[in-house]
């Protein structure tokens, strides 16, 4: 994928000052968008997800093209205690949540939950995937139980994590990888499109994409079929469908 989220390295003060909207009182006062009367601040998830040791890794804003107002922001975060551990028994990947909040609170606040892949010797890590997701209504009974929702992201990133590791333990065969590619390619593009070509999906481009276990084979899949995409939407939409799929279809056969 080609959009970019803004490096904050865990400090709130930055985040804020690259996402202006992550402040409440900047959306009511500076974009002077009206909001739902329990509307959820982003920073509010932030803050009580930070207490929980998930870290903030960037930060970004959606303008409207016509109005230039900004509708929704977005914020990375990752659990350093959260891991996928390669055949080392290093950490390979970690547990990341993305926080994607409208400033009007038409929408719901939506926690996705995923993996960061450590897929450089110097660290650095690429979005993998959203396998798990939380919608939360800006309505009074949300914003007086948001700890509740902070619960169940743990809960759910610890049973993804456990997840991932017995994919890594899990060969697939030549049949399952075609299989997975051709399901993999018809997410994004018609079979009629000149773009479809299930084939490249299984490219190998780094080191760390060689091997045939349901971890590996996913991620370079993953990669080859969202590389290019810089709506932050779609890609959390098909890298789901693709978790899913992969899940579904391979890893309890």
């Given amino acids: 994928m080609q959009y970019k989220f803004i490096p904050v390295n865990n400090d709130l003060t930055k985040a804020i000052a690259f996402a202006n909207t992550l402040d409440p009182n900047y959306i009511k006062k500076t974009q002077r968008i009206k909001q739902k009367e329990f509307y959820i601040p982003t920073i509010d998830i932030v803050q009580k997800l930070q207490k929980e040791g998930w870290m903030i890794n960037g930060v970004d804003e959606q303008r409207n093209r016509k109005t230039r107002k900004i509708t929704n922001n977005y914020v990375q975060m990752t659990h350093p205690d959260f891991a996928v551990k390669n055949s080392k028994g290093k950490d390979e990947a970690y547990s990341s949540i993305t926080i994607q909040n409208s400033c009007s609170g038409n929408q719901p606040l939506q926690m996705s939950l995923g993996?960061?892949?450590?897929?450089?010797?110097?660290?650095?890590?690429?979005?993998?995937?959203?396998?798990?997701?939380?919608?939360?209504?800006?309505?009074?009974?949300?914003?007086?139980n948001l700890d509740r929702f902070i619960y169940n992201i743990d809960t759910k990133a610890q049973k993804l994590i456990t997840e991932?590791?017995?994919?890594k333990k899990q060969d697939m065969t030549l049949e399952q990888i075609q299989d997975l590619a051709y399901k993999a390619a018809r997410l994004r593009f018609n079979e009629s499109d000149e773009n479809f070509n299930p084939i490249d999906l299984l490219r190998v481009n780094r080191t760390e994409d060689k091997?045939?276990?349901?971890?590996t084979v996913f991620n370079r899949i993953q990669e080859n079929l969202t590389h290019d995409i810089k709506d932050k939407q779609l890609d959390i939409w098909l890298n789901k469908q693709l978790y899913?799929?992969?899940?579904k279809e391979l890893v309890y056969v």
Avoid: P
């Fill in 164 to 167: 991932l590791n017995e994919w």
């Fill in 244 to 247: 899913e799929l992969t899940n």
């Fill in 115 to 144: 993996a960061y892949r450590m897929v450089c010797s110097n660290g650095h890590i690429r979005f993998d995937e959203h396998a798990e997701y939380e919608k939360i209504k800006h309505t009074e009974i949300n914003f007086l």
């Fill in 211 to 215: 091997g045939n276990d349901v971890w």
